[in-house]
């Protein structure tokens, strides 16, 4: 079965530096979303991507953050100048054109900011 | 605001027991519902999922689960658990709008004991 895959799986990395993370979705798919969950916390909705464009954002998602598909196969989340609070797993996931279409997960990423 | 609670944070069973799940979510209009299920060390995999039709769904590995429009409810269960069910579960809802964003429960750890 296709799977959506994320690297890397753990990012150490200090306050203030600029982190990527990156996802391959399921090629067939057309929806993108990026998810965190802060340790003890739930899953937290960071953004949605369709039609190389944002279609929605949660107010956790702001000027620090961006979102790009540069190549038609990655999905990356870029967080330019990481604060302590944005320690946290974080899942990219996609799913297909169809409203009745469940989204699939990557096994996350946990990214630790020292 | 759009919410779902689960309402058992930890649960423990032993092998055959039975389990039931309580998930509640507070938005008037169209959802739609899922349970995901997170083994460890694994991605959030979907166990089932509703979009409309037979309010009781039917998912994987004996899970079952009934939307109680009324009670805006959408509680999982599963007559016997093994010990291999052993994870975290998550109750999460879309909205009726098509950019799918998932609303997360903070999930329920259920332990089963051999």
């Known amino acids: 079965e296709p799977e959506v895959t994320q690297t890397p799986s753990h990012q150490v990395t200090q306050m203030g530096q600029e982190v990527i993370l990156r996802c391959v979705p399921i090629s067939n798919h057309l929806y993108f979303y990026w998810y965190r969950q802060i340790l003890g916390q739930k899953v937290e909705f960071l953004v949605s991507?369709?039609?190389?464009?944002?279609?929605?954002k949660s107010e956790i998602f702001d000027d620090q953050f961006s979102v790009e598909r540069p190549d038609g196969s990655n999905f990356t989340l870029k967080i330019r100048s990481t604060k302590l609070e944005d320690s946290a797993m974080y899942f990219c996931a996609s799913r297909g054109q169809a409203h009745n279409q469940p989204q699939h997960f990557g096994d996350g990423t946990r990214l630790s900011i020292l | 605001a759009q919410s779902v609670s689960q309402h058992n944070h930890h649960v423990i069973l032993s092998e055959a027991a039975s389990l039931e799940l309580g998930c509640n979510y507070s938005?008037?209009?169209?959802?739609?519902l899922f349970w995901y299920v997170q083994y460890p060390g694994q991605h959030l995999q979907l166990l089932l999922k509703y979009f409309s039709g037979d309010p009781l769904v039917k998912g994987i590995k004996g899970f079952e689960a009934e939307f109680i429009k009324s009670k805006f409810s959408f509680n999982l269960r599963k007559p016997s658990v093994q010990w291999s069910d052993t994870a975290e579960y998550f109750c999460?809802?879309?909205?009726?709008?098509?950019?799918?964003?998932?609303?997360f429960g903070q999930g329920t750890t259920l332990q089963v004991k051999p």
């Open positions: 938005y008037g209009g169209t959802v739609n």
């Open positions: 999460a809802v879309s909205l009726g709008s098509n950019t799918g964003k998932l609303i």
């Open positions: 991507f369709y039609n190389n464009e944002i279609s929605e």
